[in-house]
């Protein structure tokens, strides 16, 4: 499977980048998985259902299944948050994997940047990031790219990885 990250800082763009990206990709008949980091705690379970009781009553593992979809729901109680290559393995093939977060890891990335953040970019310090989409024009030693230019980001990625 190859590797593309999409970096930023909060309210940079990443998810709408995301989800364009993977429209576009999947439109060019190449398949494509997703992996998001989350910061803060989050729940895909609700109080009163089922699978959150199995995981209350102390589950380390709830598959929760259906004829749509299935969802794998893992406690890590008092393990360390798994490494994105653990992660990894837990994806069926695909041909790419977008990757949204995971700034400090060495996968290859576009970082999303918006200028009324007032953030400063992660690019200049970081050798990983090989291009920028922006919301306003920038000067760097790489490719800079409008954010909305969302099938020229596709193209570039897709050049980089091979597909």
Request: no cysteine; glycine share 6%.
């Amino acid at each position: 499977m190859k590797l593309y990250g999409i970096v930023g800082w909060k309210n940079a763009g990443k998810t709408g980048l995301m989800e364009r990206l993977v429209t576009e990709i999947t439109g060019r008949g190449i398949s494509v998985s997703t992996v998001k980091h989350a910061h803060h705690r989050f729940d895909v379970d609700h109080p009163g259902k089922d699978s959150y009781r199995h995981r209350v009553a102390g589950a380390t593992e709830v598959l929760l299944a259906s004829r749509n979809r299935f969802a794998l729901m893992h406690e890590l109680r008092e393990e360390d948050e798994p490494s994105l290559a653990q992660l990894l393995t837990k994806l069926a093939p695909v041909d790419l994997v977008l990757i949204e977060g995971y700034k400090r890891d060495a996968h290859p990335k576009v970082e999303a940047h918006r200028a009324v953040t007032g953030n400063p970019l992660i690019a200049p310090d970081d050798p990983t990031v090989r291009a920028v989409a922006s919301d306003t024009a920038l000067t760097l030693d790489r490719t800079v790219f409008d954010l909305d230019d969302t099938t020229a980001i596709a193209d570039f990625i897709l050049a980089e990885v091979g597909l």
